[in-house]
């Protein structure tokens, strides 16, 4: 059977099914948050002849956002997100539908890159998309000492400033901020500017008894250097505050984000801070000595990358280490990018051209998404998930996508 996706003509629709699918009542608000979150012309929709009838069979939309790269490049991406079937109309092609429908409309619009947030991992890999990043969770307990000897004279000039982050201009600034630091932090993810007022509306029937989101800056003479965002949750033990401050991503270079730290694990009336998105190479665990110094860790994916151009994408970003591989690319849901390509990287430079030559190495896709930020994925050969047919091939290619330092994580969007 055919399934039609096409642009949605029904908002109030379109977003009732998205809260089906995330058991949530609609309420008012939402109205807005579809509104800030999604383009119009950016939510599609599955309709199957004998499916629900007050509601679609199933939705996605697409976020217009920016992703930096290795190099310093920072490039327009697809943000897929609102991806939702409904409990009738599962098992019936619809997400595949939706997917392929994705892909095509993405690589006609001339955008090399899709990325997204996955909610089950084990569904997005079979599209194409590759875990790209990894972030951890970090718990420290209140007054948690970091050392960096070689960055004291330059955090010494950095200023914090603690405000509302739905105050008047404040989420401009926290954008700007944040690209101009992207290029230095291949990974880091802009969103557009409605995307940012998104972060900052908060209705009260969503915040009920929590603090609304603040958001501290870090300034150098006048002018933001780094920020990040916060919340703080009251609670009282034998007695002593022990509250927790919930901390999101860190922008902004080494000082900056230093002095944010010792910042958010000294706020009165709290007992330990939770960061939420700590890159695996963030200085954070290097400042504190190690994993074993944190109350707590935890590892899982971020963001998710899908080559939807493989020609347009390679040559966006800049490679650590020569490569001359011929690579069988398997794509059933891009077509396009299917067959054989010679995969080159020349003093930092790549190029991606056709081939008949014969391939040195088969892999999904997938396989080049994940590598693509450059978290490393030599590992994928071991693992019995690329096939090598010239011996050396695998790692050659593997050494020039990988970068010296891991990406970083992106918010969920």
């Known amino acids: 059977m055919s399934i039609d996706v096409r642009p949605s003509e029904d908002a109030a629709k379109y977003l009732a099914t998205d809260q089906l699918v995330w058991f949530g009542e609609v309420t008012d608000a939402d109205a807005d948050h579809l509104r800030l979150g999604l383009p119009e ?56 539908a939706m997917m392929t429908d994705h892909l095509a409309r993405t690589h006609d619009a001339g955008t090399a890159v899709s990325a997204l947030h996955a909610s089950e991992a084990a569904i997005y890999g079979r599209f194409g998309y590759g875990n790209a990043v990894l972030t951890h969770q970090v718990v420290l307990g209140r007054g948690t000492t970091f050392t960096a000897s070689h960055l004291e004279d ?12 739905a105050a008047p201009g ?44 603040r958001v501290l800056f870090a300034r150098r003479e006048g002018h933001d250097v780094g ?3 916060l919340r703080r949750e009251h609670k009282w033990e034998n007695a002593r505050p022990s509250g927790t401050v919930v901390v999101g991503t860190f922008t ?31 200085p954070v665990l290097g400042w504190i000595g190690g994993p074993r110094s944190t109350g707590d860790l935890k590892t899982w994916d971020s963001t998710w990358v899908r080559l939807v151009d493989l020609g347009a994408a390679w040559p966006l970003r800049s490679y650590e280490s020569d490569c001359d591989v011929v690579v069988e690319v ?28 014969a391939a040195d190495v088969t892999l999904d896709v997938a396989a080049l998404g994940a590598g693509y930020l450059g978290h490393g994925i030599g590992g994928m050969l071991r693992a019995g998930l690329v096939q090598e047919h010239r011996p050396g091939a695998y790692a050659e290619l593997a050494r020039a996508m990988r970068t010296a330092v891991a990406p970083e994580p992106s918010i969920g969007f």
């Not at 330059?154 to 982050?165: Q, R």
């Open 330 to 357: 398997l794509d059933r849901h891009a077509p396009w990018n299917a067959g054989r390509w010679r995969l080159t990287a020349t003093s930092g430079t790549g190029a991606a051209s056709r081939t008949d030559s």
């Open 170 to 213: 404040v989420t401009e600034r926290m954008r700007a901020c944040q690209l101009t630091a992207a290029p230095d932090f291949p990974g880091t993810i802009v969103g557009s500017p409605d995307y940012f007022t998104l972060m900052a509306h908060e209705p009260p029937e969503q915040l009920c008894d929590k603090e609304r989101r």
């Open 41 to 96: 012309d950016q939510r599609f929709v599955v309709d199957l002849p004998d499916g629900p009838d007050d509601l679609h069979s199933g939705i996605y939309g697409v976020r217009p956002m920016e992703m930096s790269l290795p190099g310093g490049n920072v490039v327009p991406i697809a943000g897929l997100t609102w991806v939702g079937v409904h409990p009738d109309a599962r098992r019936r092609g619809v997400l595949a």
């Open 154 to 165: 330059e955090v010494a000039g950095i200023t914090t400033h603690l405000l509302d982050m």
């Open 227 to 229: 920020f990040t965002g």
């Open 252 to 282: 902004g270079r080494p000082a900056a984000r230093l002095a944010l730290a010792r910042r958010v694990v000294d706020l009165d009336l709290m007992g330990a801070t939770r960061l939420e998105n700590v890159g695996v190479d963030d």
